[in-house]
């Protein structure tokens, strides 16, 4: 498919993360792309794509539940300055340039809540900072997170933070 952008309050659906998946190879875009909305994924896999997942926009609310992220080229989810990510029982593996990316805002004072819960991130890579799950609030941004109860494994970064990198204003907490 090409880049599929959703830009209104949707919940979406699928048959199970290993029935269904969807790729992109256009090597300019996302294979889904969030702005601005409340969005719920459930039951599908995004792989095999130049990049996976975008959320964007200070009202977005992206929730992503039993999601498997795999084989993306660049990002498995990637959020930038987004109002909240949800990310459980999913997986993240095998993503080039990090399984899991969550950037806060470098122009205004937002607030991102991040949380991650029993999801598996392993096997990632990037030659920067944060092969798993990489956190960093921005210039301006300041980003909650809980992450609960997730293996994380076998990521490589050619920096910091193998399995999960934290810059700037991030406060977290793991239960």
């Known amino acids: 498919v090409e880049e599929v952008n959703i830009s209104q309050d949707v919940n979406i659906i699928g048959p199970g993360k290993d ?26 896999t995004v792989k095999d794509s130049y990049r996976g997942v975008l959320g964007s926009g200070a009202s977005t609310n992206l929730t992503l539940d039993s999601v498997k992220l795999m084989d993306n080229d660049n990002y498995g ?16 593996l095998n993503n080039d340039d990090v399984g899991i990316d969550v950037l806060g805002s470098n122009f205004t004072n937002s607030t991102l809540t991040v949380s991650i819960e029993n999801t598996t991130v392993a096997g990632n890579t990037t030659s920067g900072n944060g092969a798993g799950i990489k956190l960093d609030s921005g210039t301006q941004g300041i980003i909650n ?7 994380i494994s076998g990521n490589t970064a050619g920096n910091n933070g193998g399995g999960i990198y934290v810059a700037g204003s991030v406060s977290t907490s793991q239960i």
């Open 77 to 92: 989810v990637r959020v930038n300055d987004v109002s909240s990510l949800t990310i459980k029982n999913s997986e993240a």
């Open 19 to 44: 029935n269904l998946s969807i790729s992109n190879s256009n090597t300019s875009s996302f294979a889904l792309a969030v702005s601005s909305a409340d969005v719920y994924i459930s039951g599908l």
């Open 145 to 151: 997170a809980t992450l609960r109860q997730n293996t």
